[in-house]
């Protein structure tokens, strides 16, 4: 479902899942992450931008928490900057998870920021396999 590709009942299960967790603790910067994820599926952006905003109240701390809006809603919306730099936060709260790191290559890549990529590729330690998949993307724009 993280890459829009559920069923529609999936989508509407998660959504009352949802509604239930943030009934029980409205603080959930998990539950307000998941539901950021189903405006973004949904093309609620500014609802998205809302929960986004309500998940860094309560969790600002988690990387995984904070990937979510720069993966869903910055990037794809050509904000590639101001998506570097929520990557980067999220980096320096954890500078081990390997999805930063795999989301910041792309995103420096897209920057033309070639050698910043590499050094997340060798961070995220499968720089031979993902090196050929950066010379696919560059071959061929279109596919981003």
């Known amino acids: 479902m993280a890459l829009g590709t559920a069923p529609a009942t999936l989508v509407d299960d998660a959504q009352r899942e949802i509604i239930r967790a943030l009934a029980r603790s409205p603080n959930s910067a998990e539950a307000h992450t998941a539901q950021e994820l189903i405006d973004a599926l949904h093309g609620h952006w500014i609802d998205a931008e809302a929960s986004f905003r309500a998940a860094m ?15 869903l809603i910055s990037r794809p919306a050509g904000r590639i900057r101001q998506s570097q730099a929520e990557f980067v936060a999220a980096y320096h709260l954890a500078p081990t998870y390997g999805w930063t790191l795999h989301e910041l290559a792309i995103t420096e890549w897209l920057l033309g920021h070639d050698a910043e990529a590499e050094k997340f590729v060798e961070l995220w330690g499968n720089k031979k396999i993902y090196s050929k998949s950066l010379r696919a993307m560059k071959s061929n724009p279109t596919l981003w």
């Open 57 to 71: 109240v309560m969790g600002a701390d988690d990387p995984e928490d904070r990937d979510f809006h720069p993966f």
